[in-house]
């Protein structure tokens, strides 16, 4: 059978590429190993959908750490501003919730998928679902089709390869878009988990201390050998029975791993009071001493940190939390204060990428071309979403560079097959 243009997976960025492709003229078909379509993007934000971020897109690409400004080009042609737009004109009112994140009205990811499924199916896209595609055909370094698991083979000039990463791979996110790279001679930088809780075998941590506790607004930095931070992410944390998680744990996943790389342990720092410097602190728990002088320390400090936290620092700083906060001598508030200001965790690893949010490394970006994401190797071969080696944070960033890179890929793509209809 003979297309312009075939897409292989219907994830985020499969599903835009194909709408992308038949907007532009191209007879498209669209491939998907799963019964039904869009099957990760149901999963996302917990079910929601956090379908882009509201923000500049030179700031979206700031929070794609993984490679982004790879991603110039493309968003010259295709940006998060024409996600939102894209989703408005096709019946689904977005609406903005914190740190610029933009959900369905529905909160509902289902209203996501039909959307981008309909209007594929409404431009003419072939969608074949429980169909897996075993190999790309190719002839003198360009794409001429695919060959599926049944035998079947299916013709086109163009191929776009949206298979999504290695994470979450109960959905069919099971790495085949590598397979297909190296296969047409494609490097694939090493694979690891973003996005991802950090597990800890301190003590606090394996008896459970702190497990269910949440701080908010708290800074986390992952620090060097020197012990000077990398990288630090100002968000809310979660203390669990196998480490940390919360965004701001998630965030530093990808540098930790980095770290894990070149020694057995990485540090990461907690800062629970980052608005306030040590000299602030100083003097407000002095004011406390003034003006509570009979109370104890425990008493005296309420509020000043969530109680349970509180208490575990006290006993870390070898402080009485009984004691009249008038016997509370200077040095050993300033041990206190260094332990709010920077409690340190040693972390031996990250949950492993089929559980992680994000696939971090994936098809070298060097084989790529940046405006069309065509392959520098194969002609009409094209590579779009997670299978690249781009991964960004939590909040609608990795989602937004799928949507973006699949909408290029099939406008690129359908502009090529149509010199083949002359």
Not at 387 to 410: E, K, P, Q, R, S
Request: net charge neutral; proline share 3%; charged share 25%.
């Amino acid at each position: 059978m003979t297309k312009d243009v075939i897409v292989i997976g219907a994830g985020t960025s499969g599903l835009m590429a194909a709408i992308s492709a038949a907007e532009n003229g191209a007879r498209t078909l669209l491939i998907e190993k799963n019964k039904r379509v869009g099957k990760k993007l149901l999963l996302t934000g917990g079910g929601r959908c956090n379908v882009t971020n509201n923000r500049s897109p030179e700031d979206i690409i700031a929070h794609i750490p993984g490679n982004g400004k790879f991603l110039y080009s493309a968003f010259s042609q295709f940006t998060n501003h024409d996600v939102m737009a894209f989703f408005e004109e096709n019946g689904v009112s977005l609406k903005e919730e914190d740190h610029g994140r933009m959900f369905p009205v529905t909160n509902k990811s289902k209203s996501i998928v039909d959307c981008l499924l309909n209007r594929a199916l409404e431009l003419g896209v072939e969608v074949l679902t429980q169909e897996t595609v075993k190999r790309l055909l190719t002839d003198e370094g360009r794409i001429v089709g695919v060959q599926l698991d049944s035998g079947e083979r299916h013709v086109a000039p163009c191929v776009i390869v949206s298979t999504g990463g290695r994470t979450y791979d109960h959905t069919g996110s099971t790495g085949d878009g590598y397979r297909f790279a190296k296969k047409t001679g494609h490097t694939v930088t090493p694979l690891f988990p973003t996005e991802s809780p950090l597990l800890s075998k301190e003590k606090f941590i394996t008896s459970k201390t702190l497990q269910g506790l949440s701080l908010q607004d708290i800074k986390l930095s992952v620090l060097n050998e020197k012990n000077k931070p990398i990288v630090s992410h100002e968000m809310d944390l979660l203390f669990t029975h196998f480490g940390l998680s919360g965004p701001a744990a998630l965030r530093c996943s990808m540098f930790v791993n980095r770290e894990l790389e070149k020694h057995p342990t990485a540090t990461v720092s907690l800062d629970a009071l980052p608005s306030k410097e040590k000299e602030d602190l100083l003097a407000d728990i002095k004011k406390r001493r003034l003006d509570n002088e009979q109370k104890s320390i425990k008493n005296a400090l309420k509020g000043f940190l969530p109680e349970r936290y509180l208490d575990f620092l006290l006993e870390k700083a070898s402080i009485d939390s009984s004691a009249t906060i008038k016997s509370w001598d200077e040095k050993s508030m300033l041990d206190f204060i260094s332990l709010v200001k920077d409690f340190r965790v040693s972390i031996n690893g990250t949950w492993p990428i089929e559980k992680s949010f994000v696939t971090g490394g994936g098809i070298s970006l060097k084989e790529v071309q940046p405006k069309s994401m065509e392959s520098k190797k194969v002609a009409g071969l094209f590579f779009t979403g997670e299978v690249l080696d781009i991964n960004g944070y939590t909040g609608g960033y990795n989602i937004t560079a799928a949507f973006v890179t699949g909408h290029v890929a099939g406008k690129h793509a359908a502009e090529i097959a149509s010199y083949y209809n002359y």
